[in-house]
């Protein structure tokens, strides 16, 4: 089955910017996700991508895609201290009626002011 | 913004007892699951739910574990006889197509 991994821990200065990366295992994920995790908190949906695109940005985050090396990034430009928090990349191989999301262990961000 | 909500936030049991983990799905929505994440892991899929079947269940929801939509809004996840490793963040999400996929607030089960 699907295997996602992610690094787990990266810090930045405020204002810089934030990479954070993925690798998953099965290049049939057609869907690939980025959730945020605060403290105490549920899981957000911050974003996600179809695997037909190579990049999406949405305001400060841009998502790349890489499929032949199946590596997906998260970058949050201008960092703030607020985007502290564990990020989660997640996979979808849908078929079957199968729909169950893999996480990765998710990088815990720490914003340094 | 519609959300998924769950209570309790906190439930705290004693080993064998049963507990029943509620959701409220956003209500348009069709498809709905619950994912577990045991402190310091990863968030692992239990069990997805359509058209008031399971749809598709992993190696963890054995026979302890249920799952029930009893009305039009709510979605529970029961445990007949908890364990202590059955002790978790629960988490319930719901979609209205299947490859998008919004969490709750999750509720932290305390087996003692």
């Known amino acids: 089955g699907e295997d996602v991994e992610q690094s787990l821990f990266l810090s930045v200065r405020e204002g810089d910017s934030s990479v954070i990366n993925c690798t998953y295992t099965?290049?049939?994920?057609?869907?690939l996700y980025w959730y945020k995790q605060e403290p105490g908190a549920g899981l957000q949906l911050l974003t996600y991508i179809f695997s037909n695109m190579d990049m999406k940005q949405d305001q400060r985050l841009t998502v790349l895609l890489n499929k032949k090396d199946k590596h997906l990034s998260l970058r949050i430009a201008d960092t703030q201290t607020g985007d502290s928090a564990i990020y989660f990349c997640?996979?979808?191989?849908?078929?079957?009626?199968?729909?169950?999301?893999?996480f990765g262990k998710g990088t815990k961000l720490s914003v340094i002011p | 913004e519609p959300e998924v909500t769950q209570t309790p936030s906190h439930q705290v049991t004693q080993m064998g007892q049963e507990v029943i983990l509620r959701c409220v799905p956003i209500s348009n929505h069709l498809y709905f699951y619950w994912y577990r994440q045991i402190l310091g892991q990863k968030v692992e899929f239990l069990v997805s739910f359509y058209n008031n079947e399971i749809s598709e269940k992993s190696e963890i929801f054995d026979d302890q574990f249920s799952v029930e939509r009893p009305d039009g809004s709510n979605f529970t996840l029961k445990i007949r006889s908890t364990k202590l490793e059955d002790s978790a963040m629960y988490f319930c999400a719901s979609s209205g197509q299947p490859d998008t996929q919004y969490f709750g607030p999750g509720t932290r089960l305390t087996v003692l």
């Open positions: 997640a996979g979808l191989v849908p078929g079957a009626g199968s729909y169950q999301l893999t």
């Open positions: 099965d290049s049939s994920s057609t869907y």
